[in-house]
């Protein structure tokens, strides 16, 4: 079926195909670039600070525009530390109703609030259909921070880092991942894991 009608995220996804992303946050020109790569390996480690200035953090609980099932592939199956080993359809991860949704969400909400630096998504299925990542506020105000579209990629379980690099403090407490399915027709994207890197607001 031929879509006559697109909406505006459609719209400006399909204007900026030729680019990979641009960031709302940070100052035009600056920053560092996002980067994406295969990953291989994960494990099931708990969250861990690397000094008292910075802490890593997986995400509980979650919730998404659309599951495929109450439990399995549900938006809950993205929360913990990444636990898919290998590239493939898997339940342990996060995946929407639909194969070919133009604009699908899952919203991951973290235990401490932090000045985000970073923040990197596992993707165990299909990568990489991410389209837009949104931080938002402990007051619940949302900042996109990248906006990209959708790409065939090589390497899968792939791993894509976001860095944040803020022209004014904000304190987020959640991060809001978009994916948009209907553009490569290569099946569901799914996320296995959502990391929220920053530093404690206290």
Request: aromatic share 8%; with cysteine.
């Amino acid at each position: 079926m031929i879509k006559l009608l697109m909406s505006s995220r459609t719209m400006l996804i399909a204007l900026m195909a030729v680019s990979l992303s641009c960031n709302f946050i940070t100052g035009a020109g600056g920053g560092k670039e996002p980067t994406a790569q295969p990953i291989f390996e994960v494990t099931d480690q708990p969250p861990a600070e690397s000094d008292a200035r910075v802490l890593r953090q997986w995400a509980d609980p979650a919730v998404a525009s659309s599951e495929y099932g109450p439990e399995s592939w549900s938006a809950k199956q993205a929360t913990g530390a990444p636990n898919v080993n290998e590239c493939g359809d898997n339940s342990m991860a996060w995946a929407s109703e639909s194969s070919t949704s133009v604009e699908e969400w899952i919203e991951l909400t973290y235990a401490i609030p932090v000045v985000p630096t970073e923040i990197t998504i596992y993707q165990s299925f299909n990568p990489s259909q991410v389209v837009e990542v949104d931080v938002i506020t402990t007051e619940g105000v949302s900042y996109p921070i990248w906006i990209g579209a959708p790409k065939l990629v090589d390497g899968c379980p792939y791993l894509l880092t976001l860095p944040v690099d803020l022209t004014e403090k904000i304190v987020v407490q959640k991060v809001r991942v978009y994916i948009d399915q209907s553009m490569l027709d290569v099946s569901w994207n799914e996320i296995d894991a959502v990391e929220l890197t920053g530093s404690p607001s206290r």
